[in-house]
């Protein structure tokens, strides 16, 4: 008898496979939901700092979608956020994303509660950075509730725009400003490089705070190594925000990722800049990649009023995705 | 013979020599292996399984981070069809960084099915639908239903289930002595309907077996 199935190194299933992401489709329409729940114990950088158990992700995605034919799609998305209400005893969760829109081939339009398309921009690979931004987007704001965004995917060229609307939030509500955002990227020859620019006009404000970032980062194979290098014109304070940031990634095998980086922030409202330098790991399972565990040590050159230097901070913890 | 001849030909008889009689399938970065020969498998990226030689048939997928932040994406399940006898094999996927190649991805099937030189293997790739709640899937049973149908990656004898295969005649109609004759002429005016009916058609039928708790 022709031996059919000779070995199988695997776990077998007895009844029924589990697809966590796609809860339902059904003539055109798709509900998705994915998770991701990350916990850990960390020690800030800084002076006297003490640990603790910090929440940095507990958020729950839904997105859902309508074929229309003619290659015209509808969708939606609503994030849920739980960080806070773990780490501040908050009741409820925080919406963090709300938009629907239209996709037409390689292009979508949405509008809603979303990221700016600068938030696409940058580098760093820190789990967590204390006493910089990531980048200098990051640092004048990412995302907005009154948000229109068009993101154009073409083969080798990804475009995406963004414009917060004017508003009168109010500074209590968060946004409190208008954003107009642009970010590009593009590869050539293994080289990934890009660009964006934001203009930002305070509620308020009569003069415009202008950032503009370059980015690139190439995989030589053992190694991933990246930098960028992001400006802030703050007009209203007259002056200028430097940032840049170096990180490399080594796959030390195929479960395990090694990160190094620094970050430098030179800002001429503050008397000193500021370097943040990190190293981290982390270990996916090899039975399930959805699970990680990762530890890392940070450290800054801030030092306090009475001139005493910040200690090294660290953090372990674990993460969960579906 | 001299005794040293002798000793040389008994040790070289029995020494284990490594015979290749069956394929060896590498999964590549994102790929999870979700049925194999018609029984429920699972072998996850980077995982090597021994596939008998001839005809085999996977239910396969790709898992990957897309976007900035890095949210899960499964693609549609591919039912992969090869030949291969006496090798090793390695199957993966483009590398997939957003949606819309995700949806590319979906809708081309460019898996890649290569030997130990990197050539290209032949392989025959199709989605394997299931319409409505997806939480639980349960591929064996997706696979006999899709082998039935004749689509182009279905096999006539699903290789390795449980039990002893349903005999089909080159339609793929069911061909078992102890059923029915009229359930034999039911299959056959299905199968040839089916046949017959457009896309619209078919879509709004495999809707209804679906949603019919079959």
């Known amino acids: ?322 | 013979m001299t005794r040293f001849t002798r000793i040389t030909s008994l040790m070289i008889a029995l020494m284990p020599l490594p015979v290749l009689a069956e394929v060896q399938l590498t999964l590549g970065p994102c790929v999870k292996v979700q049925a194999v020969q018609g029984s429920e498998q699972t072998a996850s990226a980077g995982q090597v399984m021994t596939l008998a030689d001839g005809t085999a048939q996977l239910v396969v997928e790709c898992t990957t981070e897309i976007g900035r932040e890095e949210v899960l994406e499964t693609s549609d399940a591919f039912v992969v069809r090869f030949n291969a006898a006496d090798t090793e094999l390695t199957l993966s996927a483009p590398d997939i960084d957003s949606r819309n190649e995700m949806d590319s991805f979906n809708q081309q099937g460019d898996w890649q099915l290569t030997d130990s030189q990197g050539e290209r293997v032949a392989f025959t790739a199709d989605v394997l639908k299931k319409e409505g709640f997806q939480l639980v899937r349960d591929y064996a049973r997706e696979l006999a239903a899709y082998n039935r149908s004749g689509a182009a990656a279905a096999v006539t004898a699903p290789a390795a289930t449980a039990g002893p295969a349903p005999l089909t005649n080159q339609e793929g109609l069911l061909l078992d002595s102890h059923v029915d004759p009229d359930q034999e002429m039911v299959s056959r005016m299905l199968r040839y309907w089916y046949l017959k009916a457009d896309e619209q058609t078919r879509k709004e039928w495999d809707s209804w077996v679906d949603s019919s708790n079959r």
């Open chain 1, 1 to 322: 008898m022709k031996k059919l199935l000779l070995a199988v190194a695997v776990s077998t299933v007895a009844a029924g496979s589990v697809n966590a992401a796609t809860v339902y489709e059904k003539d055109g329409f798709t509900y998705k939901l994915n998770g991701d729940f990350q916990v850990q114990f960390r020690q800030a950088t800084g002076v006297d700092e003490r640990a603790e158990v910090e929440f940095d992700d507990l958020e729950l995605k839904n997105y859902v979608s309508y074929d229309l034919g003619n290659d015209l799609t509808a969708f939606g998305r609503l994030d849920f956020g739980f960080k806070d209400a773990a780490e501040k005893d908050e009741n409820g969760s925080n919406l963090e994303e709300a938009f629907v829109g239209l996709k037409y081939g390689v292009a979508s339009f949405s509008f809603g509660k979303q990221n700016f398309a600068s938030d696409e921009f940058g580098i760093e690979e820190a789990i967590e950075v204390e006493d910089i931004d990531e980048d200098r987007f990051d640092g004048t704001g990412t995302d907005g509730d009154d948000t229109i965004r068009i993101d154009i995917e073409l083969e080798n060229l990804y475009i995406a725009a963004s414009h917060e609307m004017k508003t009168t939030d109010g500074a209590t509500s968060g946004i409190d400003g208008e954003y107009y955002d642009l970010f590009v990227a593009t590869e050539l020859a293994g080289l990934e490089l890009a660009a964006a620019y934001q203009q930002l006009k305070e509620f308020g404000a009569s003069d415009t705070m202008n950032t503009w970032g370059v980015s690139a980062s190439y995989d030589f194979g053992f190694m991933n190594l990246a930098a960028d290098y992001s400006m802030t014109d703050d007009k209203p304070n007259n002056a200028d925000i430097a940032q840049y940031n170096v990180a490399a990634v080594f796959a030390v095998a195929s479960t395990t990722d090694v990160a190094v980086g620094m970050g430098n922030v030179d800002d001429d409202n503050e008397a000193d800049d500021v370097t943040e330098w990190y190293a981290n790991v982390t270990y996916k399972f090899p039975e399930a990649k959805n699970v990680s565990v990762f530890a890392e040590i940070a450290q800054s050159d801030v030092e306090n009023s009475a001139g005493e230097d910040a200690d090294m901070g660290f953090l372990a913890g674990m993460r969960v995705k579906f």
